[in-house]
Nanobody, 120 residues
């Protein structure tokens, strides 16, 4: 099983940008779809964006046009570029693998996530 570590979060003003990274170790994520999820206080963890092994991407409506998911298989890493951030983007962000874009998260054990706080 791959071990995933998220990083890159922080405090940013509305309209600002952050780039999150998810680094895998233990095995290659090259053949996996990878997704970014987020969990706000008191809410369930929800999907934000996914990228297939071939590079096809999908986004939830609330982040379309603002977030970009990408991957670098040579570095076993998935990124989430977040632009035009809004206070409602505040959450802990996690990554996880999946069999394909339509499949649920495949790893039952989640990483520690990375906190994103959007506030003035």
């Amino acid at each position: 099983q791959v071990h995933l570590v998220e990083s890159g979060g922080g405090l940013v003003q509305p309209g600002g940008s952050l780039r999150l990274s998810c680094v895998g170790s233990g095995t290659s994520i090259r053949l996996l779809a990878m997704g970014w999820y987020r969990q706000a206080p008191g809410k369930q963890r929800d999907l934000v964006a996914k990228i297939s092994s071939g590079g096809t991407t999908m986004y939830v409506d609330s982040v379309k046009g603002r977030f970009i998911i990408s991957r670098d298989n040579a570095k076993n890493t998935v990124y989430l570029q977040m632009n035009s951030l809004k206070p409602e983007d505040t959450a802990v962000y996690y990554c996880n693998g999946a069999a394909n874009l339509n499949a649920p998260p495949m790893f039952g054990s989640w990483g520690q996530g990375t906190q994103v706080t959007v506030s003035s």
